[in-house]
């Protein structure tokens, strides 16, 4: 049974840093890509940034790119994203999901992926 735990939210000013993780087990890690998607309250969850099953792709939405960073560990199976100058619009939970490798298409699609975590939340506000 697959299995995945989004950790390190909290509340943070604007400008600071934080780092998510999401600890995966019960599939097979490095069959999948992964994704970070965010809902803020009243807001339909949208994706943030995509890695691949090798971690040698990344992608961003624009409202995150140049501030966020998505990576993976293929060996301890957890994936991360780094989160810099964080602005109050960054307030949201934040979920991570697997998609089979053998998927393409959108990134975006949430239909596309087989696993979910529940969420660690992230409040930016000073």
């Known amino acids: 049974q697959a299995n995945l735990v989004e950790s390190g939210g909290g509340l943070v000013r604007p400008g600071d840093s934080l780092t998510l993780s999401c600890t995966t087990s019960g599939f097979t890690f490095n069959n999948y890509a992964m994704s970070w998607f965010r809902q803020a309250p009243g807001e339909l969850r949208e994706w943030v940034a995509a890695?691949?099953?090798?971690?040698?792709?990344?992608f961003y939405s624009d409202s995150v790119k140049g501030r966020f960073t998505v990576s993976r560990d293929n060996i301890k199976n957890v994936l991360y994203l780094q989160m810099n100058s964080l602005t109050p619009a960054d307030t949201a939970k934040y979920f991570c999901a697997a998609r089979p490798h053998y998927k393409g298409g959108n990134y975006h699609v949430e239909g596309s992926y087989d696993f979910w975590g529940q969420g660690t939340q992230v409040v930016v506000s000073s």
């Open positions: 890695v691949s099953w090798t971690g040698g792709v990344t």
